[in-house]
């Protein structure tokens, strides 16, 4: 089994910053892709950022320039480094994974259960 634990939300004002992180543990035998999304009240959960096996990062349009994804692999954690947070910005953050699991042949999608991002104006 395969967990997916994030830290790092709380609440901030506009113009603040905050780093999300997100430790994927349990039985992995190897992580394809880490991934943060968001979720605000009323909206469908979006893409903020993602990041291959190799490094290779895209991010959604809202938050590009402002938010950086990294991950250590060694760890097996993903970082959300969020800058010039906006009200909007507010939403429960959630972390993904494409995960092989030791005994599978194949990755399977993994979700943390969130944190909480609240940005004031």
């Known amino acids: 089994q395969v967990q997916l634990m994030e830290s790092g939300g709380g609440l901030v004002q506009a113009g603040g910053s905050l780093r999300l992180s997100c430790a994927a543990s349990?039985?992995?035998?190897?992580?394809?892709?880490m991934a943060w999304y968001r979720q605000a009240p009323g909206k469908e959960r979006e893409l903020v950022a993602r990041i291959s096996s190799v490094g290779s990062t895209n991010y959604g349009d809202s938050v590009k320039g402002r938010f950086s994804i990294s991950r250590d692999n060694a760890k097996n954690t993903v970082y959300l480094q969020m800058n010039s947070l906006k009200p909007e910005d507010t939403a429960v953050y959630y972390c993904?994974?494409?995960?092989?699991?030791?005994?599978?042949?194949?990755?399977?999608?993994?979700w943390g259960k969130g944190t909480l991002v609240t940005v004031s104006s």
């Open positions: 349990g039985s992995i035998s190897s992580i394809i892709a």
């Open positions: 993904n994974s494409a995960v092989v699991a030791a005994g599978d042949y194949y990755a399977r999608n993994y």
